[in-house]
């Protein structure tokens, strides 16, 4: 049977996440194609909804994040790579690419990762206690995704994979789930 919709509530929803939370929910938040209505309900497919009102509710408002940080490419989500980048203009010019997707790929192109604050080196060591968190939300029947950013020195002149989601600093992990609907019990 099909539980979406009739097990399940059909409104995938963040229950945890790894990292710095504003940093996180921001690069999740940009680095999707889900934007919030006027009547702040997210519109678009509901992984990428949940990420938005994820961001929304630690006031960080995805219109507002536009605002602040415009798109100017991306390199759309594809299911060979499983993962997407957006890249972003900041207000001093600087441009952000935030990529998001499977952990386990995600990783493969992270160079440096984000603790306490700072660009760490990606050792064995840490990539291992980072799938070992991604794990552990996987045993919570929770959707992972990984999100990770890096800074380009120049504009470059095609946003594509080998461009943008290489080299990248890993920034954290988030959990999601569909809820089971009340009275399913």
């Known amino acids: 049977s099909d539980k ?50 994820w961001s929304g509710k630690l006031d960080l408002p995805k219109s507002q994040l536009k605002a602040q940080q415009p ?7 594809d299911s060979m790579r499983k ?20 952990p386990d790929e995600l990783l493969k192109r992270c160079t440096h990762a984000l603790v306490g604050g700072s ?7 840490l990539r291992a206690e980072i799938l070992a968190a991604n794990k552990a939300m996987a045993d919570k029947a929770l959707r992972v995704l990984a999100a990770a950013k890096k800074e380009l020195a120049a504009e470059p002149t095609v946003y594509d994979s080998e461009t943008v989601e290489c080299e990248l600093c890993f920034l954290g992990l988030v959990g999601m789930i569909d809820p089971v609907r009340p009275e399913v019990k």
Do not use: W, Y
């Open 4 to 53: 979406t919709g009739t097990l399940t509530q059909n409104k995938m929803t963040v229950v945890d996440h790894t990292g710095e939370t504003n940093l996180v929910a921001t690069a999740m938040a940009l680095c999707s194609d889900a934007n919030l209505n006027a009547d702040n309900q997210a519109e678009g497919e509901p992984t990428e909804a949940a990420l938005v009102v």
């Open 71 to 77: 798109r100017v490419g991306e390199a759309p989500f």
């Open 83 to 102: 993962m997407m980048s957006t890249v972003h203009r900041t207000a001093d010019g600087t441009l952000i690419p935030f990529t998001k997707g499977a």
């Open 119 to 125: 660009a760490v080196e990606m050792t064995d060591a």
